[in-house]
């Protein structure tokens, strides 16, 4: 709120520094707010395979592209991340299906109710495996594709700061990221 109420007067402060002012000028106050914060939502998963979340970006619409992702609830590994010129219900199962013969059937796969996964619900519906009444299906609370992007950005950004892998012969210039600034958090 702090931040919120500065920038509305034009004031420019890093958070770091907000956070070290109110501890000393108010840190009763502080504690008081703290205790009041919303908790995180747990978040658990039995095994891998047991929930997959798939959803599209539409960002990037005007230039007539769409990415599609796929994560494994389980182990957070994306099970498909893949930019398409289309939103159609087809490309979505095709993408799906791919990762089906990769990685296995799902259990359970969560998506919003665009039209987008509607081939995918009746995939998981129509299954002799899964079938309808047991939530092969679920369409709320999932994770996005930018979700899954600045977490693989981030994983991928860290691996590479450990020279753990080499970076790719390639010319980043060209996509408009500065692979050589500083580290994510």
């Not at 709120?1 to 890093?14: A, E, H, P, T």
């Not at 520094?17 to 978040?43: F, N, V």
């Not at 997959?52 to 230039?63: A, R, V």
């Not at 970076?167 to 600034?181: A, F, Q, R, T």
Request: aromatic content about 10%; hydrophobic content about 35%.
């Amino acid at each position: 709120m702090m931040k919120g109420y500065l920038q509305s007067k034009g004031w420019r402060v890093q958070r770091d520094r907000i956070r070290c002012s109110l501890l000393r000028t108010d840190p009763i106050g502080l504690m008081q707010r703290w205790q009041k914060a919303i908790k995180r939502r747990s978040y658990n998963v039995k095994y891998p395979r047991s929930l997959w979340h798939i959803d599209g970006n539409h960002k990037l619409i005007s230039w007539r592209i769409v990415v599609h992702g796929g994560i494994d609830g389980y182990s957070r590994m994306p099970i498909f991340l893949k930019a398409s010129d289309n939103n159609r219900a087809e490309t979505v199962l095709q993408l799906f299906l791919e990762s089906v013969a990769e990685f296995g059937l799902p259990s359970r796969v969560r998506s919003d109710k665009g039209g987008e996964n509607v081939d995918v619900a009746a995939y998981m519906l129509s299954h002799q495996q899964r079938g309808p009444g047991r939530g092969s299906m679920i369409t709320e609370k999932n994770r996005t594709p930018f979700q899954l992007w600045v977490t693989g950005l981030q994983l991928a950004r860290r691996v590479q700061a450990h020279n753990i892998v080499e970076p790719m012969e390639e010319h980043y210039e060209y996509y408009g990221v500065d692979w050589h600034g500083p580290i994510p958090d």
